[in-house]
């Protein structure tokens, strides 16, 4: 049938061979950093190496289990398990280390040894040839992410070899591209043991470069050539491509061009910048929401009721995933060419400033739906004086403040993002005020409540002349959501006076207002004795003493008031 003869293979074809993946430059610094580099401790990574190549053969069967006599090492046509790969990968890695012991005996050694410098240098050769036999594998049947690690490994095993043969320009060129490699997987991962197996293997690399390129200079020649530097305008766009009349793309940043070979990458660049034009809250609607004088009625009918959060949050992940993608082209394209790590820097540093602004717009238009639920709360009961919730809007606003610290660190940002800064303040402190006073510190909540509505009133204005699209996207959007805390805070800060004004008169919740309280009068009776008051008395009616008998009668009386 016709579904069969689809699904069967050709006549002379055996089955589809299986793509690998093997990721040799996180399985190899995992490796060092777990088992001795880290303290460079090359015995103890050897031995680990010996033991696990000895299971690896046991597991695979490509050796006899009991041998002892050397044995070829014979892998099948097709590979079609990473342990093969894994295994060329250990026997590259115990080459080296094995050579690196004996070349820390040399150096340790008195006497000059030819004969051990020769062996640690065969030793380190045959490293290279096994890595070589390890891209050759990869390049056959694996996918192209393992190409180009196996590539980057090979490269500094090259490097090695041709510093120990005082190539130092041969290998200044192999161990700088992987030194850039590190370095850029050093700040792109998460993982923590990972970054430091990174830093930690390129502060090695560091130093070999440092010594190549000192040789180099003291030779007389220079290590690499300075490229052209183009004077940045700060108005110009972050990134831009632009086709040129036949039909090439040219990249520019900051209006400086930037040379790039690959056509593809600047093709990708493009559709990801033009796919900010597939957002939900264009540029007409943030501009329209920037300007309105009626903000409340323009966010309820033109962003909330319009758009709910999960078609809002839709859109950026969207070009966000178009960013990541450029990033990890721009990646392999590091791992592939040696002569254009500055120009690919670069653009990567500008694709994620690019993806800093979008994710600090998206953050801030969930901050002003927050803001505007704070705004909207209802109360409870007419005679409750409770305040919202505002924890959902002071997490987004930490998030930006944390944005916008990532910004300012770029000194072209300092001046544009001031203002954005200084909003953000403020708005985080009407909203820890109103907080502070939902939880009974009035004292700190007024404070805060008092300082951010001296500083809400002041408007902000976009500057026009601020450049790039996606600048005065985020401008907008800071203008946008200091609308709507100046709205938060026109209704609430009356509420939060009368709040802090009840607190401190000590005002008693009843139907029958208690006047004395209000200015602290209280009675209390005073703990007094009888005796007390019969001397008070006397001293203010003394007994009239005018003959004899009412002398008498008033000194009895007076003593005789001491025992009753």
């Known amino acids: 049938m016709a579904s069969s003869d689809q699904s069967s293979p050709r006549d002379g074809e055996g089955p589809a061979p299986v793509i690998l993946t093997f990721p040799v430059l996180d399985y190899v610094n995992d490796t060092r950093f777990k088992h001795g580099i880290r303290s460079e401790e090359y015995g103890r990574y050897h031995g680990y190496c010996s033991k696990r190549l000895c299971n690896l053969r046991r597991q695979l069967r490509i050796s006899p289990i009991k041998s002892h006599k050397y044995v070829r090492e014979e892998f099948p046509e097709v590979i079609s398990d990473t342990r093969y ?16 012991v004996l070349k820390s005996q040399c150096e340790a050694s008195h006497t000059a040894s030819p004969e051990l410098r020769h062996r640690y240098i065969k030793r380190l050769e045959k490293a290279l040839k096994t890595a070589e036999r390890l891209e050759k594998a990869c390049q056959q049947f694996a996918e ?13 095993m090259e490097g090695v070899v041709h510093l120990e043969h005082k190539q ?35 502060n090695h690399v560091n130093a070999m ?9 003291s030779g007389g020649a220079k290590s690499a050539q300075k490229s052209v530097v183009h004077e940045e305008d700060h108005n110009a766009e972050l990134i831009s491509v632009v086709p040129d009349s036949s039909g090439n793309l040219s990249l520019f940043c900051r209006g400086a061009p930037i040379h790039v070979e690959s056509q593809f990458l600047l093709q990708q660049i493009m559709e990801a910048i033009n796919s900010t034009d597939k957002l939900v809250i264009t540029d007409v609607l943030l501009t329209n929401l920037a300007t309105t004088p009626d903000t409340e009625n323009q966010l309820k009918t033109e962003l909330v009721d319009k758009y709910e959060v999960e078609t809002l949050l839709g859109s950026y992940e969207e070009i966000m995933t178009s960013i990541t993608e450029c990033t990890d082209t721009i990646h392999s394209e590091m791992m592939v060419s040696v002569d254009a790590q500055e120009p690919l820097r670069r653009i990567e540093g500008m694709l994620a400033i690019i993806k800093t602004l979008l994710e600090m717009e998206k953050c801030g238009f969930m901050c002003i739906l927050a803001l505007f639920g704070v705004y909207n709360y209802q109360k409870a009961s007419p005679g409750c004086r409770s305040l919202p919730d505002c924890g959902e809007p002071l997490r987004f606003v930490h998030i930006l403040k944390q944005q916008l610290e990532t910004l300012m660190a770029e000194p072209s940002f300092q001046h544009t993002f001031h203002i954005a800064q200084e909003a953000t303040r403020s708005i985080n402190a009407m909203l820890m005020g109103l907080h502070k006073l939902s939880t009974g510190e009035f004292n700190d909540g007024m404070a805060l409540i008092n300082w951010s509505n001296s500083r809400l009133h002041h408007g902000i204005q976009v ?19 200091h609308k709507c805390a100046q709205l938060c805070i026109s209704k609430y800060y009356s509420r939060a006076v009368a709040i802090y004004g009840r607190h401190r008169l000590g005002h ?8 004395d309280s209000i200015f602290g009068l209280k009675k209390q009776m005073l703990p007094c004795k009888p005796i007390l008051f019969d001397l008070a008395q006397m001293y203010n009616d003394p007994p009239v003493v005018g003959h004899k008998s009412g002398l008498i ?8 008031s001491f025992w009753k």
């Open 508 to 515: 008693v919740y009843s139907d029958k207002p208690d006047l």
């Open 463 to 481: 500057d026009s002349h601020c450049g790039t699209r996606f600048i005065q996207r985020s401008m907008f959007c800071f203008q946008i959501l």
């Open 85 to 100: 790969l894994e295994i060329l990968a250990l026997t590259a890695e115990r080459c080296w280390s094995y050579g690196m």
């Open 144 to 156: 192209t992410n393992s190409i180009n690690n196996a590539r980057v490994y090979r490269s500094f």
């Open 553 to 560: 009668g008033g000194v009895k009386n007076m003593l005789s």
């Open 209 to 217: 470069v440092k010594l190549c390129s000192f040789h180099i200079r």
């Open 168 to 202: 130092y320009n041969d290998a200044f060129g192999a161990l700088s591209l992987y030194a850039n490699v590190m370095e850029q997987r050093h700040r792109a991962n998460q993982d923590r043991l990972l970054v430091e197996s990174y830093a930690s293997q390129l």
